[in-house]
């Protein structure tokens, strides 16, 4: 998905609906989960690892793949926020998390976050933009003809998101050191 989705259901059956499929889709993932890790152990418990021959190494780690992979749809998906312990709210489930709550999907970060957590982000992501804002008006208050280029590229990836403001004065000193230098260089050349 490309845009923002919320998904808001007040209907308190429709609700129970959802939050069951929400639970045997993460307890069927957690039990798909712990097959692989078992099958996986299989070959990581012989008494020698290393004794595995080339096939079963492959298949071990194409098992450990199998369930990272799971592990990250879970996470992605519409079952659980993407906050996963510090959304206020989880509800456990065995070993799982689930949310039983409604859900935005944010296309920045391709996940579904509950209403509750992804507005705290909105509210951190407004601040930083703010302040990005406010760093670039600073940046180009301090331009020179000779780092202006500079600047004006390096501002732009700020209010990407691209690079952090900290990261800017780093780029901005090693641009203009770098222009020391090509100014010495310059002098060098001139006087052979």
């Not at 071990?60 to 990272?68: E, I, P, S, W």
């Not at 020179?144 to 901005?172: D, F």
């Amino acid at each position: 998905m490309k845009k923002e989705r919320k998904i808001i259901i007040k209907n308190p059956k429709l609700q129970a609906i959802r939050n069951n499929l929400r639970k045997i889709i993460v307890l069927a993932t957690d039990d798909e989960w712990w097959r692989l890790n078992h099958q996986e152990r299989l070959y990581s418990n012989n008494r020698d690892a290393t004794r595995n021959t080339p096939s079963q190494r492959k298949r071990m780690l194409d098992l450990l793949n199998k369930r990272y992979e799971l592990n990250d749809y879970l996470k992605r998906s519409i079952c659980r926020c993407f906050s996963g312990n510090h959304c206020p709210n989880k509800t456990e489930l065995g070993d799982s998390i689930v949310s039983l709550v409604d859900m935005v999907y944010a296309p920045y970060m391709g996940a579904w976050y509950c209403v509750d957590c992804y507005e705290r982000i909105e509210q951190k992501w407004k601040f930083h933009e703010h302040h990005r804002k406010e760093f670039i008006c600073e940046l180009k208050e301090g331009a020179t003809p000779s780092n202006s280029r500079l600047i004006e590229k390096i501002s732009q990836e700020v209010l990407n998101g691209e690079v952090s403001p900290k990261e800017a004065y780093l780029l901005l000193q090693i641009g203009s050191v770098l222009e020391k230098d090509r100014e010495l260089v310059r002098t060098l050349l001139a006087r052979n």
